[in-house]
């Protein structure tokens, strides 16, 4: 599946300039040192079988400019050894690894090993553990291995990653793997685009709707007038025009751009896994793309999802999943006859897939089934709650309840100057402390507190607030939520998801900080508690302590949030068998709570996972 649309009128950038600097002498000297033929990835469409594996304890990694061809035009990728994605690296629990990364790019660069445990100064997030990875220079990385199971590594330099740099980790544990299986495969999803990175994120803060074709039409209107009467059609129209929100803007960046990927191969070739009959498969999903959210299942076969973020968890068989960016989740398949099966994945707005084929035989080919019809918004996403209704709302009430944009800044003393920008993070820092004696919810089952919005969420900077957030634990997500009536599938949900083994750290929580995920999504400005990175304060954690986090999204869009250094617990309402997270998707209008036990003294970076978003929507967490 090719991309659909492109735009040649590519915006000049730090990429375009090294584009030039790499079509002479110097590629082919790069090239040569990687020991490569010029213009073909080790995971490019001509290699449907995907990126090589490197095993051991000690590794050469080299950053450098790659040639690529994704969509019928060559384009310069960010690869590692030549290879987009990245190789596997494949470790083993108690081991000590060493990882020489040398830099060829003609810019800083740097590489995050996501959701492993380490010390800080290894954790590769120029800034905040260490000063980047200079050009010419080699960084060595080395800590010891204290955990198992399915990770990935990418960069945390500008926007290198989405021209290609990531890659999956695999950690086989050192004691006997509680999951059989006789065979496994690294699927790892992306999104490709031929423009520069920069290029779409200069359109988005333009244009926020660029790349969303999917506007409501003349025709959508007389249908719903049809179905819902004038009096309905005419109230929601007008809220969503007021609140200059769209129900139909599930993602910022879509098909229209991208090239959907899995294992580095388009979905016109596809990804090829071979399996005996009557073997069980161990698929290791990882989600290493910039933007997107995928809905992932295998027609004709059911998975049991065994591990979520690394962690083993009480096996669920499930149809369908969701995985958003940044997280992994392995499965077991067991395919019963010499069949071929298509491993599909569509993009959470529908507006493209990737797709690979388990086989017995490389000559077998399988069924690509239709993607499903694209989701709209609606008053649940709003963080409207479950009460609410659209018909009883007229257009401005409607909107007033929710668009703030057009409120002065200049009435907000501490909005207004530079040394008072965290008066309203300071508030709800105070407030997360909470009063003398004041009792928490239970650990394991959530907040129970009444959510609070701060000065600092009011302004034309913020166009959003959910007045009552439902719990996202329970809810499969916008376009999945019928899929068990209407077509049979089972999906996912996070509370279907138990730690295998005793919670860690049984503690109840001293203190809960909510945190709210805030922006206006026309003027594309991202925040948390309608404060951007930039202009934040860092969260202070006090070595030892065990806090809630609690996230409220105030926006009408998905956000998979990271935090590095320490494991999010994911509170389901089992507290005997918490699970634990690397990251966690937070549903439109919706809220949700974990544990965390400060365990790791340092600089940690706290963030969305959504490249375009993560300039806004990122804290520093310090723990002393």
Known sequence: MKNSFQDETLLMSPLMSRRRFVTGIAVGSALLGFGLRSGLSIASPSNRLGPTMLRGSEFDLNIGYQPVNFTGKSRMATAINGSVPAPVLRWREGDRVTLRVKNNLAEDSSIHWHGIILPTDMDGVPGLSFNGIKPGETFEYQFDINQSGTYWYHSHSGFQEPTGMYGAIIIDPKDPDPVSYDRDYVVMLSDWSDEDPQAIYAKLKKLSHYYNFRERTVGDLWRDIKDKGVAQTWNERSMWNQMRMSETDISDVTGYTYTYLMNGVTPDDGWIGLFKRGEKVRLRFINGSSMTIFDVRIPGLKMTVVAADGQNIEPVTIDEFRIGVAETYDVIVEPSDDSAYTVFAQSIDRTGYTRGTLTPDIGLTSTVPAMDDAPTLGHRDMGMGMDHSMHGMTGMAGAAAMDHSAHDMSEMPDMDHGQHQMSGMKTMEHKNHGKQGEALGKAGFGSTREITHVASE??????????????????????????????????????????????????????????????????????????????????????????????????????????????????????????????????????????????????????CHLVYHMPGMFREVRVS
């Open 458 to 607: 009011r302004g034309p900077h913020v166009d959003m607030r959910a007045e009552s957030p439902q719990s996202g634990l329970n809810d499969p997500g916008i376009g999945l939520r019928n899929h068990n009536q209407a077509y049979g599938r089972r999906v996912l949900t996070y509370a279907d998801i138990k730690n295998l083994y005793p919670t860690h750290d049984p503690r109840e929580p001293t203190r809960e900080i909510e945190l709210h995920l805030t922006g206006n999504m026309s003027r594309y400005m991202w925040s948390m508690n309608g404060i951007k990175f930039a202009d934040a304060d860092p969260l202070q954690l006090k070595y030892g302590e065990r806090v809630r986090i609690t996230l409220v999204n105030d926006t009408m869009m998905s956000h998979p949030m990271h935090l590095h250094g320490m494991w999010s617990e994911l509170e389901t309402g089992d507290p005997k068998y918490i699970p634990r997270k690397h990251t966690v998707i937070v549903q439109p209008g919706s809220k949700i709570s974990y544990l965390v036990t400060a365990d790791a003294i340092g600089r940690w970076a706290y963030h």
